[in-house]
């Protein structure tokens, strides 16, 4: 679970949850304690009812002077009751108990009341309220106890009514709440969506750096990363000139050398002569390509570009054009769409196409086509030449070490090599095979 977002939503769900759910056992207890409560004295103004009405015979008898108000009292078993007793035996009850009695209790003090629950008629369980009653009588005071009961299921039922209402409103209240919690995860995120947005469009060339009001608690992370982007590009720079010195501090060793090859083969010492020059080029080789990629400013540069592909290369071509045999060839440059840009820095298309034209100039018996075009979310630049082409069984010495097929012609042969290490620099791909022009087709995909 690597997303963020996923985590939080999850993470609020399930307090929601939590929440909720403890909420509801909690309300339910309060409601339940209500209506417990409120059924208790229901049953004690019933009490106090009865109480009222009881009256004391003559004959050592006891009735009530009047009927009960609720009719539940006369309906057999019905589920409320009432019951009087004196001296331990029930000397009354309420119609509704029938044959059954209100199983009696310890003796309750006059005034006194007490809560109990018993098993009752039908063997269900009875909330029985109970108090001690003195009324005067001829024979002088009568103590009786007075206790109206219900069954316990009258509160376990209106507990069922209130959760069956109850917990749809909780699971519509949970509902909100997880799609408020989601509106909330998703404005809070807003902001590094913003600043991966922004990093795209860096990385695209679109702007030089982040920009924009972001939140405190990210400000310093912008902030950062600006001061890391301006950093790297100061050390991408530094390591250039440091390139370039080095490149220019080696010419003079090398030169050097070159005159010491040529004294020693004007003195007839040949074969020394072609040692030297040998390990010289191999020298001028690895210098130049490991140059060219320590020069090479990559897809990491901070301040990222758009360069215009169709430009450079027609320069490139006029360049070429210049150069011994460039008059001679045919030079074609197509570029689809004519806007074409490469999200690459400028120096480093250079590098590439130069060294791709000038291969292409030096082999090329009459014709290089160059072409730029779009293709399945890559930017793919080729150079064909009617030339001899590479041998399919050389092609990885070629891109590997610089192998040069003919030791006649000018170069280092090290220009493809170059290329090759470049696409990787930018991670990009370097192919080469033959060309519908009879020669080599190098293409390259970025």
């Not at 690895?286 to 990559?298: E, N």
């Amino acid at each position: 679970m690597n997303s963020l977002r996923l985590r939080l939503l999850i993470a609020a769900t399930l307090g929601i949850v939590v929440a909720l759910a403890i909420a509801g056992f909690v309300i339910v207890a309060a409601f339940d304690s209500h209506v417990r409560g409120r059924l208790i004295k229901e049953l004690d103004d019933h009490l106090l009812q009865i109480a009222t009405l009881l009256k004391p015979e003559a004959d050592g008898r006891a009735s009530l002077s009047g009927e009960l108000s609720d009719p539940q009292f006369l309906r057999p078993l019905s589920g409320l009751y009432w019951q009087v007793s004196e001296k331990g035996s029930a000397i009354l009850r309420s119609r509704s108990l029938w044959d059954e009695s209100i199983p009696l209790g310890d003796e309750i003090a006059a005034g006194a009341r007490q809560v109990r629950e018993l098993r009752g008629p039908k063997a269900k369980w009875l909330i029985v309220v109970e108090r001690g009653v003195v009324l005067p009588a001829p024979e002088g005071e009568r103590r009786f106890v007075v206790a109206v009961a219900c069954e316990q299921c009258a509160v376990n039922e209106a507990r069922r009514d209130f959760i069956k209402v109850l917990a749809p409103s909780l699971a519509i209240l949970a509902a909100l709440m997880a799609l408020a919690s989601w509106g909330q995860v998703r404005m809070g995120l807003a902001p590094l969506g913003d600043l991966r947005r922004q990093l795209d469009d860096f990385r695209a060339g679109a702007s030089e750096k982040l920009n924009g009001r972001f939140p405190h608690e990210i400000e310093g992370l912008v902030g950062d990363l600006n001061a890391l982007m301006e950093a790297q590009a100061q050390a991408i720079e530094r390591a250039r000139a440091n390139a370039a010195k080095l490149a220019h501090g080696l010419k003079t060793p090398l030169a050097v050398l070159s005159t010491e090859a040529r004294t020693l083969r004007a003195r007839g010492e040949t074969g020394a002569a072609d040692s030297l020059d040998r390990e010289i080029g191999l020298m001028n080789a690895h210098v130049t390509r490991t140059l060219a990629a320590a020069r090479a400013v990559g897809p990491r540069r901070p301040v990222a570009l758009r360069t215009p592909v169709k430009p450079l290369l027609a320069r490139l071509v006029g360049v070429m054009r210049r150069l011994p045999r460039g008059d001679e060839l045919i030079w074609e440059v197509e570029t689809a769409p004519e806007s074409l840009e490469l999200s690459i820095d400028p120096r480093d298309l250079e590098e590439i196409a130069g060294n791709l034209l000038d291969n292409a100039r030096k082999w090329a018996r009459g014709q290089v086509k160059v072409s730029a075009r779009r293709e399945d979310g890559f930017v793919v630049v080729a150079v064909d030449d009617d030339g001899p082409g590479v041998p399919p069984d050389r092609v990885d010495d070629v891109l590997a070490r610089g192998a040069r097929l003919d030791v006649d012609a000018p170069g280092t042969g090290i220009g493809l090599g170059i290329v090759a290490d470049l696409a990787q620099l930018h991670n990009g791909q370097f192919m080469i095979g033959q060309s519908e022009l009879g020669g080599l087709r190098a293409e390259l995909r970025l």
